[in-house]
T-cell receptor
């Protein structure tokens, strides 16, 4: 089992709809969770961080964390073509030396006009 | 968010030469920086963790003599690809972790350096 798993996609979403991305992780003791957006040919950009169970909203983005079920999700409301990118889920496992992050393989999102 | 810069953004070199890439945290101090590489359409691969004032910690399979890392100050880490070969051609990205004021391990990425070895 991979430490952080994501569906690779592509997730095709009509413009204006909600994109829902999921991520599961294997280390139950993980405390920090992040979503990064990566456009093709560019470096990742941090868009959300979440540390407590429940929802965290920032603009059109909502991160949801459920530690009991070991998943974290990202919702993108009112999806725009500019949201088309690969979204990386990252987790900070407690036993990771040097505070390394473990990344999932990413979910590619395509927002169609 | 915090700003991380990388220089150069793109480099083309001949096989056998060495290439140095700089990573700077512009508006915060970073005791820890990370170096990644990414091949086209592939996931990020962590190469090493760079700690200010101490030796870098390399991931399994990464040659430390090939990829020299120096973290001379709280705002600067460098990666030198020594005797580069075409198989070293890749997208190299650094990230920096905010040194203090947070326990939450947010990492901010630089814009990346695209290395092409001819």
């Amino acid at each position: 089992q991979k430490e952080v798993e994501q569906n690779s996609g592509p997730l095709s979403v009509p413009e204006g709809a909600i994109a829902s991305l999921n991520c599961t992780y294997s280390d139950r003791g993980s405390q920090s969770f992040f979503w990064y957006r990566q456009y093709s040919g560019k470096s990742p950009e941090l868009i959300m961080s979440i540390y407590s169970n429940g929802d965290k909203e920032d603009g059109r983005f909502t991160a949801q964390l459920n530690k009991a079920s070991q998943y974290v999700s990202l919702l993108i409301r009112d999806s725009q073509p500019s949201d088309s990118a690969t979204y990386l889920c990252a987790v900070n496992p407690p036993r990771a030396a040097g505070n390394k992050l473990t990344f999932g393989g990413g979910t590619r999102v395509l927002v169609k006009p | 968010g915090a700003v991380v810069s990388q220089h150069p953004s793109r480099v083309i070199c001949k096989s056998g030469t060495s290439v140095k890439i700089e990573c700077r945290s512009l508006d915060f101090q970073a005791t820890t920086m990370f170096w990644y590489r990414q091949f086209p359409k592939k996931s990020l691969m962590l190469m090493a963790t760079s700690n200010e004032g101490s030796k870098a910690t390399y991931e399994q399979g990464v040659e430390k003599d090939k990829f020299l890392i120096n973290h001379a100050s709280l705002t600067l880490s460098t990666l030198t690809v020594t005797s580069a070969h075409p198989e070293d051609s890749s997208f190299y990205i650094c990230s920096a972790r905010v040194a203090s004021g947070t326990i939450y391990n947010e990492q901010f990425f630089g814009p990346g350096t695209r290395l092409t070895v001819l």
